[in-house]
């Protein structure tokens, strides 16, 4: 009793060949193109393997072919099932590597003694000036669809571009469009909520309040639109930094200071070292802070209650730069860490590691999502000044919390480095 491997595209032919081989006694398992059979037989590992030459994707005789490079799959006996019927085809099989051919439709009266000989050691062979000829043809049709299939791609390629190139317009579009109505918006409401206007006089706490949770949502509005600009620059490499020399220790003290109350009320530690050793970046310093912004707020948003949250820094060299030029920040937390293939994919634009329905609006809230465009940006940012951005962690478990340590790496000087 032998474990057989169908390829067939065909439902009503796999059935019926199942039925016939369950009936001997053999284990069929089946696919129904080129890519499915390579990858059945490399999981299944089967005695026999019966080929329809005409299926999707890669056809039989690819198929045959590839099966046949791969290891431990070299002596399983392969039979072309054809139905095409064309003078040839016999050897067309046997020159693409197949060890037997049945035309179709397949007599299935004799089909079961006919695999009994493959399984037995049967093998078909052709004449060296038969294999000769049709490798020759085989070539040539291989390299025909090469050739159809790079243009295929490349077309592809092209019209995946234009998209992109739609897309990063449109969302600048859509910024520039909401950035007027917004500050608009935002004007009215700063003249309504000034102390001592008019408006604040006359109005009960009540409505102050609700006057102030529209003031924070516009401005958090404003944030993202602010966002959807800079990614476009970004991609466009078009984002304008205006390097000067920055205190790093000034930069990370505001830090701090701004989030000190956000770590209190989530009852976590925020340790920020002393930079005051570290010399003059050259750096766009409203840019530096909002990459240490974003960094803050993920380890915040990212790390339970009562974790950790620590910022280092030190001076460091960067491979095929002269040495002591760079600073490195690291900001770790022992938050729930972040799996290793979402490492990388975590600094793309639009990715975020949990999908939208699960997003929560909050900004510093246990595992609040976003639009996904922080680090992206942070990277792009930090890209932009010669540095660069990467993190590492040891996987995600929100029951040990591993925790991810980000790296920051940003260029000293009081002149660009170049
Ligand atoms: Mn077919």
Known sequence: MAKILHVEDNPANRMLI????ELEGHTVVEA???????????????????????????????????????????????????????????????TAGCDGYISKPVDIDLLPDQLAEFLGGRRETVTTEQEKR?????????????????KELTEANRKLAHTDAMKSRFINLAAHELRTPLAAAQGYLSMLATPGSKFMASADPTTQEILHGVISSVDRL????Q???????????????????????????KIAAEFAPTVAQRQQTFQV???????????????????????????????????QIKIDVEITGVEGRRAQQFVKITVSDTGVGIPAEEQELIFETFHEVRRIEHHSTSKTGFMGGGAGLGL???????????????????????????????????????????
């Open 227 to 253: 966002d959807m600009l800079d990614v476009t620059r970004i991609e466009a490499g078009t984002l304008q930094l205006k390097q000067s020399p920055v205190n790093l220790d000034r930069l990370l003290k």
């Open 376 to 418: 992206p940006i942070a990277r792009g940012v930090a890209e932009a000044h010669g540095g660069s951005l990467w993190v590492e962690s040891p996987g995600y478990n929100p029951k040990t919390c591993p925790g991810s340590i980000f790296h920051l790496i940003l260029p000293l000087g009081d002149t660009p480095t170049n």
């Open 18 to 21: 199942r039925q016939v081989l």
């Open 273 to 307: 070292a002393d930079a005051g050793h570290i010399p003059s970046l050259w750096a766009d310093g409203e840019r530096v802070l909002q990459i240490l912004r974003n960094l803050v707020s993920n380890a915040v948003k990212y790390t339970p209650n009562g974790g």
């Open 134 to 150: 049709y490798l020759r043809e085989y070539n040539v049709r291989l390299v025909d669809r090469l050739d159809q299939k790079i």
């Open 222 to 225: 404003q944030g993202i639109v």
């Open 32 to 94: 129904v193109d080129g890519p499915g059979g390579v990858e059945a037989a490399q999981r299944e590992m089967p005695d026999l393997i019966l080929m329809d030459i005409n299926i999707p994707g890669m056809d039989g005789y690819e198929t045959t072919t590839r099966l046949k490079s791969m290891a431990g799959l070299e002596n399983v006996p392969v039979i072309a099932l054809t139905a095409k019927a064309m003078a040839g085809d016999r050897e067309r099989a046997l």
